[in-house]
Every structure is written in C-alpha cells, then in structure tokens.
C-alpha cells in the first residue's frame, strides 16, 4: 500500500482566512486573498508571527473544503500520515493535536507526524504548499495551491487547487 504524507497548515487548515481575520481584527482593514498573491505570510501580515502565537491560532483554523471526505477516502485506499513542521512553533503541538482529533476522527495518533524538517520523511506521495517541503521529497509531489505559491510555476510538482482535483488524480 503507498504511504501518502499530508500537509497540515494551508493544505488541510486555511490558514489564510484566520491571518485575514486576524488582521481585520486588528487594525480594522480587509485583506483579499489576491491582495497577498506572491508573497509570504509574514510578508502579507505584518503581525503573522504574533497571530501564530495566541492560543487559538491553529485550534480554531477553517477547514478547507472537500479535504474531510476525500482524505477518509484516501485513508482507506493509501497509509495517510499527517505531517506538520510542528517544532517551528512548539506551543502549536496541542492546538494542531485537537484540531486533527476534531476534523479527522478516523485518522490514528499513529498517522500523525510533527517534526522540524520534513526532508526526514519517507511516502510515496507528498502534498504541500511549500516548496521547500517538496524540492526534498523524492517521491510523487503535489503541490497545493496558497497565496504564497500561487504566482511561481510548479516545475516537477503537480499543482492542484482544491481537495476535489486531488481527489480525481489519487482516487
């Protein structure tokens, strides 16, 4: 059975909409998501390493929609592993550890993988938003698609842009 390793943060939660919400919050002022195409979170937020880290930041994320009902049906067809470069924000591991229990009932503590680096990680198949995450990866790559990639060619990475599209190319 091939080993899927799935991003967490702008592949499952939509961490774009809690940045925006955050910074309505904040100063007043909306942010559209083609207002921020191209750049980097923190480049778009000012205050993102702040938002990252309240206590609620990854807790309450949205989830993106279609990923539920298709990572189940992946969940049955492949080993799914969640994995999340977790130690870059250490005080998120709780938070990203109910959020997954909420959303994901079906996935196991076994499926879950927080670490620093994900060049560690050894699947068949990644999906990621970063490059960085996936330039490493030696197997089949999916990228998906964030405000922060959006403008950059894929090159030997699949884009995809929603979980329905993900779903016709692995189900």
């Known amino acids: 059975m091939q080993k899927i390793a799935v991003d967490m ?23 559209s998501l083609e207002s921020v195409y191209g750049k980097t979170e923190g480049e778009a937020f000012v205050h993102c390493r702040k938002y990252i880290g309240t206590e609620s930041f990854f807790r309450d994320a949205p989830i993106i929609d279609g990923c539920r009902n298709v990572l189940e049906q992946l969940n ?5 592993y969640l994995v999340s470069a977790a130690m870059e924000f250490p005080w998120s591991l709780s938070q990203k550890f109910e ?28 999906i ?3 490059f960085k995450n996936l330039d490493h990866f030696t197997g089949r790559t999916i990228l998906f698609t964030q ?8 090159g030997r990475h699949q884009r995809v842009n929603t979980w329905y599209e993900i779903e016709k190319i692995l189900l």
């Not at 049955?76 to 799914?80: D, G, N, T």
């Not at 959020?99 to 068949?124: E, R």
């Open 76 to 80: 049955q067809e492949y080993e799914v």
């Open 147 to 154: 405000p922060h990639n959006i403008l950059r060619e894929a």
């Open 9 to 31: 943060d702008g592949v499952l939660a939509d961490v774009y909409s809690q940045f925006i919400k955050m910074h309505h919050q904040e100063f007043g002022e909306s942010i």
């Open 99 to 126: 959020w997954i229990k909420q959303h994901f009932p079906f996935i196991g503590w076994q499926q879950i993988v927080f670490c620093g680096s994900k060049q560690i990680i050894a699947a068949d198949i990644m």
């Open 128 to 130: 990621d938003d970063h």
